[in-house]
């Protein structure tokens, strides 16, 4: 079992970044790969980015690619989201969730989920 907790969500203007952090306990941490996804509110959960096992391969939504660095540290049990040049549309619930499914984009891949975290980005 995979314990998630996410931390640095805020309030940035428009332009600015934000480095969001999922925090994970247990052992197997290495052993699922890790997405994040994001809800605005009246929004069904969509996929923002994930990173594979070791770190090696990562996958972003058209929507942030580009502007969005996913990374991980296994020695550290945690994963990052560096969130650049945020526009008021990437305003939302940040989660981080674990799958045993390296690359997926759904949701229903993921079975370890954690609280969220709010980013809002002013104009």
């Known amino acids: 079992q995979v314990l998630l907790g996410e931390s640095g969500g805020g309030l940035v203007q428009a332009g600015g970044s934000l480095r969001l952090s999922c925090a994970a306990s247990?052992?197997?941490?290495?052993?699922?790969?890790v997405g994040w996804f994001r809800q605005a509110p009246g929004n069904q959960r969509e996929f923002v980015a994930a990173?594979?096992?070791?770190?090696?391969?990562?996958y972003y939504a058209d929507s942030v690619k580009g502007r969005f660095i996913i990374s991980r540290d296994n020695a550290k049990n945690t994963v990052a989201l560096l969130m650049n040049s945020l526009k008021p549309e990437d305003t939302a619930v940040y989660y981080c969730?674990?799958?045993?499914?390296?690359?997926?984009?759904?949701?229903?891949?993921?079975?370890?989920w954690g609280q969220g975290t709010q980013v809002t980005v002013s104009s």
């Open positions: 969730a674990a799958s045993r499914v390296e690359g997926s984009t759904r949701t229903q891949y993921y079975g370890y």
């Open positions: 247990g052992r197997s941490f290495s052993s699922y790969a």
């Open positions: 990173v594979s096992r070791t770190g090696e391969s990562t």
